[in-house]
Nanobody
Framework: QVLLVESGGGLAQAGDSRTLSCKMS????????MGWFRQEGGQERQFVAA????????YYADSVKDRFRISRDNAGNTVYLQMNSLQPEDTAVYYC???????????????WGQGTQVTVSS
């Protein structure tokens, strides 16, 4: 069974940078497209970024495309989300997700991590 574990969340100040990590176990990591989503309060889970199996294609939400960068290390079974110029509106629980068949911009991924909280103060 695929297991995803996020790390790297915490408190940040506006303008800070922070990198989230998500490590996969239980599957051939290179067989999965990966995504990052975020969710605040009772709102719907929002797409942040996604990356194809090889890492050759990346996708971003408009709200983060000039500030965040998604990358993956297939040898290390890990996907990263580098977040720069953090703003209070980036405060949310960040989830990584994996799907064997498709890169989604919607929360249709097959496997999900437990999430990591990122809180940005002004």
């Amino acid at each position: 069974q695929v297991l995803l574990v996020e790390s790297g969340g915490g408190l940040a100040q506006a303008g800070d940078s922070r990198t989230l990590s998500c490590k996969m176990s239980g599957g051939p990591f290179g067989n999965y497209a990966m995504g990052w989503f975020r969710q605040e309060g009772g709102q719907e889970r929002q797409f942040v970024a996604a990356i194809s199996w090889s890492g050759g294609d990346t996708y971003y939400a408009d709200s983060v495309k000039d500030r965040f960068r998604i990358s993956r290390d297939n040898a290390g079974n890990t996907v990263y989300l580098q977040m720069n110029s953090l703003q209070p509106e980036d405060t949310a629980v960040y989830y990584c997700a994996a799907d064997e068949w498709q890169v989604y911009r919607v929360p249709k991924y097959e496997f999900w991590g437990q999430g990591t909280q990122v809180t940005v103060s002004s």
